[in-house]
């Protein structure tokens, strides 16, 4: 059964771009539950070839997105949605139509003003508005999760952050419900088909997996510098020696380092077990070569770590 799907609201660090390489370590079949912890996109649990997947993370909202994916009503009470807010909708109108609109603009393209090209301007104020009431009137279910993948997909980078507080931020971005985005939707709802999908609101921590799981971990990455929810050394030493007493299989995505960062302590751990470096290839866009250049010669030692006995599965080994 084919399964693969790419990340639906391209969430920061999903493995698309990888899930050959990280799917090639695991198991043609396991007789109890797969779980995918720091699920974040899903996108692993999902192009897994289990039926029985429990899907952890510790973003409540992105929990309850996947977890109403499957409602009935999703898709119409997203685009009811868009429409209240007067939200672009380029999966039923035309990106080139919207970009007719006189409050477009212009922007400032390698020094010269240029026609903007993006959908900001269009939804800035319907944006606003919508994550104003997400975070005042506290919603809940299908209604909370179709405004998060709003919120999401049109936000800034494809991203909204968590406040301490627990409320949301983030500015409009240029993007919208796209037909890529449906086609997305789609995909996702074939591959959730007669399967046993569960969504947990958690942390590794609070969970017991049994002989017969299989466990597929993707924690905050100490060495790329990028902020995970205050993600420290205490939380990666918990982790690590959480894994040590696992009783059943395991897979660790992770970097050894990145840039001039290293993060010793998982390179220490990591000698006790196979490491299979990851191959990560970028795109290179015609207006941004010199910094796909950059990224490439930098330092970024993205690996796989698994037990010694899943290493001869490996075909990335």
């Known amino acids: 059964m084919e399964n693969k799907v790419f990340s639906l609201i391209n969430y920061v660090g999903h493995k698309s771009k990888i899930l050959d390489q990280v799917l090639s370590c695991f198991p043609d079949s396991i007789d109890g539950t797969f779980w995918d912890i720091f699920c974040g996109s899903s996108v692993v649990g999902l192009s897994a070839n289990f039926k029985k997947v429990n899907f952890v993370d510790n973003n409540q909202h992105l929990v309850n997105l996947y977890s109403h994916l499957r409602d009935e009503d999703f898709l119409a009470t997203l ?6 807010y007067n939200l672009t909708n380029s999966s039923k109108k035309p990106r080139s139509e919207y ?21 900001d301007k269009l939804n800035e104020a319907g944006y606003r508005e919508l994550l104003d009431k997400y975070n005042t009137l506290n919603m809940r279910g299908v209604d909370a999760a179709a405004a998060y993948m709003i919120l999401t997909l049109y936000g800034r980078n494809s991203n909204v952050s968590i406040k301490k507080d627990g409320k949301l931020s983030g500015g409009v971005g240029p993007l919208d419900f796209s037909i890529k985005a449906r086609k997305k939707y789609f995909e996702h709802l074939d591959v959730m088909k007669g399967r046993d999908l569960n969504w947990v609101h958690g942390s590794f921590s609070d969970i017991n997996p049994e002989e017969g799981d299989f466990v597929y971990l993707d924690p905050p990455y100490l060495a790329s ?12 030493t918990d982790l690590l020696d959480w894994i040590d007493g696992l009783s059943c299989p395991w897979a660790l995505s992770n970097t050894l380092a990145s840039g001039d960062k290293e993060n010793k302590l998982l390179m220490k751990w990591s000698k ?11 795109r290179v866009w015609a207006s941004k070569k010199e910094g796909t250049a950059k990224r490439e010669k930098k330092r970024n030692l993205e690996v796989l770590i698994v037990p010694a006995e899943l290493s001869s599965i490996c075909k990335v080994a």
């Not at 007719?100 to 090209?117: F, H, M, Y």
């Not at 006790?272 to 970028?282: A, F, G, S």
């Open 79 to 84: 685009e009811s949605m868009i429409e209240e």
């Open 99 to 119: 970009l007719k609109d006189p409050r477009i603009g212009v922007c400032t393209w390698q020094g010269e003003k240029i026609k903007n090209l993006h959908l």
């Open 225 to 236: 510098g990028y902020k995970y929810g205050g993600w420290k050394e205490k939380d990666e």
């Open 272 to 282: 006790k077990y196979k490491v299979i470096p990851v191959e990560k290839k970028y």
